[in-house]
């Protein structure tokens, strides 16, 4: 479309031309009074700031990665202006005339706070709310989702109490009350247009985490174009009142500057990561290189003007159409602010701790600027690993290779026992870097980390994994074991800590398992390997010494072909043994990479795969006992050929609305919702199209104007087929007897007696 293309065109040329200074040049600033305006991305609204510039002296220089010490360390801020000196410093040191570098390359981008607010001033509702009250024993008499954890839960598309269940399928919350001999779909709602909806379930609320975003405007032609952007990337937690399971409703909504990274749940206290670029810098750009100077001079004066507003993430605070607070992240208290030794980006990292049964407001947040890059939690420490910065041409010089051999990963830790903000204990440094979650592991008081050697970007014939263990010393995590050697010329595929040992698969062309003895931290022990072929991506403990992998079969030669389940015996750590496969050639399972779309139910010992494959046409799920080896119980699918194929409770646009002069697309619904409509179609995905999108699609495309058929309160979707008659299954619980299983067409449930017999399917549309 024609303002994507235009974001794209913005974009090449920033990546283009924003590259590191060849010579060093040293600039100083006079001190003086300036007033310049600030704009919270997030609002919109706009004050005036005055204050001082102090004099800064900076120095452009090219990277050199000679001189990364890999240093992990904090050092927090006890002043907002110490904060401003810093961050200033920073990017004079890096702006050019096509930017900053030290970040994303492209500019973050400003939101209409009309959008979204109204008066300011009303004062919040007084609500109080208790996490979810369960109905059974969880892990007796119903799942719960498929965390690293125990006691730590994770944010997900789909829970249940063992009453009820809750699920967001394509924007739409769905409740489903099964307390009684039918279940019974009470209410659904609409949550928002953003994309990735995942939740924490509490007793009559919901906290619903999700991110947004925008495009970026069209330049105009001028020497030297202002980015002047209408919207920039933002995520919203969304409380959703659930105390009437008939009568569904929105609550207040926190929208924050940045992407969700993660967030968990330990005792109703909610801990939620943030990453957050700068939105309040509108850089200009030069439309040919005889404008250069005059752009990179207009864009260090934005940078000497900046103000808090301009680096760290807005926030505001909403109850439909009421503004109830807004500001930014901390609300001007620098002191919970922390820089890494060395620069690691423009960034904020931000740690924000809410009450599941709380008023939603931001508090005191724990910040760092540097990019945050995993999430592992405890039940009283929070570890996040960030990477220094790199610039975005370094991996094409000859003098990277140096760089990606020494490559290290800075890991921190903060103190998230009680409901207190999160408190920054300590920082780290492991050379190599870290697969995902599963790759960090607490015991006794000691961190786990299991890495390979190199940069992010890639590995080598010399690569090696290898197993960590650090130990908290003051403000410093210190390495007292560390075992490698771990698979020569591959990368770790994945880990998984259980007690004091450590199950690590690496992968090229076989599949080594090792086991790693961690009984003595102090010298870790690799006591056992198994060479297989393929991978696995997902480790499982089954219990009884008993490991399930999934991942993918390979031949001889690495080239894989399909999904593979295998059953591991590693009751001798010396001796690690495949006892039984199970594979599906040329599918795939959403667990290979999300570990919350499996399940495994001890009470019936089977395992439960989310599974596709094009080959075989099955797309639904697997289950597979485990009792005594891997036998396959049953495959489940969701046969929506009788349900009524886009049902919805929005209207309809015909060629007749159109005029009878435009051909609508084949099988492509086109329809409006009203605010009061959750929307969708069923048996197809529906995407809300923006009104100035939908101006250019249908005046330009079609020739007809569609935005004159949407009234006020109303928005416009573009529905398209899904997979024929078939949808895949995206999760799977149990409640008591019964498995159910989630499509985006359907929740469906089905007797663990007779897995083959459909007990009852409840239509999402």
Same mark, same amino acid.
């Given at each position: 479309?024609?303002?994507?293309?235009?974001?794209?065109?913005?974009?090449?040329?920033?990546?283009?031309?924003?590259?590191?200074?060849?010579?060093?040049?040293?600039?100083?600033?006079?001190?003086?009074?300036?007033?310049?305006?600030?704009?919270?991305?997030?609002?919109?609204?706009?004050?005036?700031?005055?204050?001082?510039?102090?004099?800064?002296?900076?120095?452009?220089?090219?990277?050199?990665?000679?001189?990364?010490?890999?240093?992990?360390?904090?050092?927090?801020?006890?002043?907002?202006?110490?904060?401003?000196?810093?961050?200033?410093?920073?990017?004079?040191?890096?702006?050019?005339?096509?930017?900053?570098?030290?970040?994303?390359?492209?500019?973050?981008?400003?939101?209409?706070?009309?959008?979204?607010?109204?008066?300011?001033?009303?004062?919040?509702?007084?609500?109080?709310?208790?996490?979810?009250?369960?109905?059974?024993?969880?892990?007796?008499?119903?799942?719960?989702?498929?965390?690293?954890?125990?006691?730590?839960?994770?944010?997900?598309?789909?829970?249940?109490?063992?009453?009820?269940?809750?699920?967001?399928?394509?924007?739409?919350?769905?409740?489903?009350?099964?307390?009684?001999?039918?279940?019974?779909?009470?209410?659904?709602?609409?949550?928002?247009?953003?994309?990735?909806?995942?939740?924490?379930?509490?007793?009559?609320?919901?906290?619903?985490?999700?991110?947004?975003?925008?495009?970026?405007?069209?330049?105009?032609?001028?020497?030297?174009?202002?980015?002047?952007?209408?919207?920039?990337?933002?995520?919203?937690?969304?409380?959703?009142?659930?105390?009437?399971?008939?009568?569904?409703?929105?609550?207040?909504?926190?929208?924050?500057?940045?992407?969700?990274?993660?967030?968990?749940?330990?005792?109703?206290?909610?801990?939620?990561?943030?990453?957050?670029?700068?939105?309040?810098?509108?850089?200009?750009?030069?439309?040919?290189?005889?404008?250069?100077?005059?752009?990179?001079?207009?864009?260090?004066?934005?940078?000497?003007?900046?103000?808090?507003?301009?680096?760290?993430?807005?926030?505001?605070?909403?109850?439909?159409?009421?503004?109830?607070?807004?500001?930014?992240?901390?609300?001007?208290?620098?002191?919970?602010?922390?820089?890494?030794?060395?620069?690691?980006?423009?960034?904020?990292?931000?740690?924000?701790?809410?009450?599941?049964?709380?008023?939603?407001?931001?508090?005191?947040?724990?910040?760092?600027?540097?990019?945050?890059?995993?999430?592992?939690?405890?039940?009283?420490?929070?570890?996040?690993?960030?990477?220094?910065?790199?610039?975005?041409?370094?991996?094409?010089?000859?003098?990277?290779?140096?760089?990606?051999?020494?490559?290290?990963?800075?890991?921190?830790?903060?103190?998230?026992?009680?409901?207190?903000?999160?408190?920054?204990?300590?920082?780290?440094?492991?050379?190599?870097?870290?697969?995902?979650?599963?790759?960090?592991?607490?015991?006794?008081?000691?961190?786990?980390?299991?890495?390979?050697?190199?940069?992010?970007?890639?590995?080598?014939?010399?690569?090696?994994?290898?197993?960590?263990?650090?130990?908290?010393?003051?403000?410093?995590?210190?390495?007292?074991?560390?075992?490698?050697?771990?698979?020569?010329?591959?990368?770790?595929?994945?880990?998984?800590?259980?007690?004091?040992?450590?199950?690590?698969?690496?992968?090229?062309?076989?599949?080594?398992?090792?086991?790693? /003895?961690? @009984? $003595? +931290? %102090?010298? #870790?022990?690799? =006591?056992?390997?198994?060479?297989?072929? &393929?991978?696995? !991506?997902?480790?499982?403990?089954?219990?009884?010494?008993?490991?399930?992998?999934?991942?993918?079969?390979?031949?001889?030669?690495?080239?894989?072909?399909?999904?593979?389940?295998?059953?591991? /015996?590693? @009751? $001798? +750590? %010396?001796? #690690?043994?495949? =006892?039984?496969?199970?594979?599906?050639? &040329?599918?795939? !399972?959403?667990?290979?990479?999300?570990?919350?779309?499996?399940?495994?139910?001890?009470?019936?010992?089977?395992?439960?795969?989310?599974?596709?494959?094009?080959?075989?046409?099955?797309?639904?799920?697997?289950?597979?006992? %485990?009792?005594?080896?891997?036998?396959?119980?049953?495959?489940?699918?969701?046969?929506?050929?009788?349900?009524?194929?886009?049902?919805?409770?929005?209207?309809?646009?015909?060629?007749?609305?159109?005029?009878?002069?435009?051909?609508?697309?084949?099988?492509?619904?086109?329809?409006?919702?009203?605010?009061?409509?959750?929307?969708?179609?069923?048996?197809?995905?529906?995407?809300?199209?923006?009104?100035?999108?939908?101006?250019?699609?249908?005046?330009?495309?079609?020739?007809?104007?569609?935005?004159?058929?949407?009234?006020?309160?109303?928005?416009?979707?573009?529905?398209?087929?899904?997979?024929?008659?078939?949808?895949?299954?995206?999760?799977?619980?149990?409640?008591?007897?019964?498995?159910?299983?989630?499509?985006?067409?359907?929740?469906?449930?089905?007797?663990?007696?007779?897995?083959?017999?459909?007990?009852?399917?409840?239509?999402?549309?």
């Amino acid at each position: 479309m024609r303002r994507i293309a235009a974001g794209l065109i913005a974009l090449s040329l920033l990546a283009a031309a924003c590259t590191p200074e060849e010579a060093a040049t040293t600039t100083t600033q006079p001190g003086a009074t300036t007033t310049t305006a600030t704009t919270s991305p997030v609002t919109g609204t706009t004050r005036p700031v005055t204050g001082t510039t102090r004099p800064v002296t900076t120095t452009t220089t090219r990277f050199d990665p000679s001189t990364v010490q890999f240093v992990a360390a904090l050092e927090r801020f006890d002043r907002c202006d110490a904060f401003l000196d810093y961050i200033r410093a920073e990017a004079l040191s890096r702006v050019g005339p096509y930017g900053l570098e030290g970040g994303n390359q492209y500019p973050w981008l400003w939101r209409d706070g009309d959008r979204f607010f109204g008066a300011e001033g009303d004062a919040a509702r007084a609500q109080t709310f208790t996490t979810a009250a369960a109905a059974g024993v969880p892990g007796v008499d119903f799942s719960t989702s498929n965390v690293q954890v125990a006691g730590v839960d994770e944010p997900d598309i789909i829970k249940t109490d063992g009453t009820r269940i809750v699920a967001i399928v394509d924007n739409v919350l769905y409740y489903v009350d099964v307390s009684g001999d039918e279940p019974v779909l009470t209410d659904r709602i609409r949550i928002g247009d953003g994309w990735n909806h995942r939740f924490f379930l509490g007793d009559d609320r919901i906290l619903v985490f999700s991110g947004g975003g925008g495009f970026i405007a069209e330049p105009w032609a001028t020497d030297v174009a202002r980015i002047l952007p209408p919207s920039q990337p933002y995520m919203t937690i969304t409380e959703v009142d659930i105390s009437d399971p008939d009568d569904l409703s929105i609550g207040r909504t926190l929208t924050i500057n940045g992407n969700f990274v993660s967030a968990r749940l330990i005792d109703g206290t909610v801990r939620v990561v943030v990453s957050s670029y700068p939105a309040g810098l509108t850089f200009v750009y030069p439309s040919g290189p005889s404008a250069e100077d005059v752009a990179e001079a207009a864009n260090r004066r934005i940078i000497e003007e900046s103000t808090l507003e301009t680096w760290l993430p807005g926030y505001a605070l909403s109850d439909g159409d009421r503004l109830l607070a807004q500001g930014i992240l901390g609300d001007g208290d620098c002191s919970r602010i922390h820089k890494p030794a060395e620069f690691a980006g423009f960034e904020m990292l931000s740690v924000l701790t809410l009450e599941l049964g709380g008023d939603l407001e931001p508090g005191e947040a724990t910040t760092l600027t540097a990019r945050g890059e995993t999430v592992y939690a405890s039940t009283t420490s929070l570890y996040v690993t960030t990477n220094v910065w790199v610039p975005s041409d370094v991996t094409d010089r000859d003098d990277i290779a140096p760089f990606e051999q020494r490559y290290e990963t800075a890991i921190h830790q903060f103190d998230i026992t009680g409901d207190a903000p999160a408190e920054y204990l300590a920082s780290g440094s492991v050379e190599g870097h870290l697969l995902n979650q599963f790759s960090m592991d607490e015991w006794n008081g000691n961190l786990r980390i299991a890495t390979t050697a190199g940069a992010p970007w890639g590995f080598s014939d010399e690569s090696e994994s290898f197993v960590h263990v650090f130990r908290r010393d003051g403000d410093r995590l210190v390495r007292i074991g560390k075992v490698g050697d771990l698979g020569r010329g591959e990368r770790i595929f994945s880990a998984r800590f259980i007690e004091d040992q450590a199950y690590i698969v690496t992968f090229r062309q076989v599949d080594p398992l090792y086991i790693v /003895d961690l @009984s $003595d +931290p %102090t010298v #870790p022990v690799v =006591t056992g390997e198994l060479k297989i072929p &393929g991978y696995s !991506s997902y480790l499982h403990p089954l219990g009884g010494d008993r490991l399930l992998g999934v991942g993918q079969d390979a031949d001889s030669r690495g080239v894989t072909d399909g999904t593979k389940v295998s059953l591991f /015996d590693v @009751s $001798d +750590p %010396t001796n #690690p043994i495949e =006892t039984d496969t199970w594979t599906l050639r &040329g599918g795939y !399972s959403d667990a290979e990479w999300d570990h919350l779309a499996f399940l495994y139910w001890a009470p019936e010992n089977a395992a439960v795969l989310p599974l596709q494959s094009w080959g075989a046409s099955f797309f639904g799920a697997v289950v597979l006992d %485990t009792e005594g080896g891997l036998e396959e119980r049953a495959r489940i699918e969701h046969d929506l050929d009788e349900i009524d194929r886009g049902a919805t409770d929005c209207r309809r646009i015909t060629e007749a609305d159109l005029g009878g002069n435009t051909e609508l697309p084949r099988e492509v619904i086109v329809q409006v919702c009203g605010e009061e409509d959750p929307g969708g179609a069923a048996g197809y995905f529906c995407e809300v199209l923006p009104a100035d999108e939908l101006r250019y699609i249908t005046e330009e495309v079609s020739g007809v104007d569609l935005t004159t058929l949407v009234g006020e309160g109303e928005r416009l979707e573009l529905c398209w087929p899904e997979y024929e008659d078939r949808f895949p299954v995206i999760r799977s619980l149990v409640i008591g007897d019964t498995l159910w299983t989630l499509t985006r067409g359907a929740l469906q449930a089905n007797d663990f007696a007779d897995l083959d017999e459909v007990a009852v399917q409840i239509v999402l549309k």
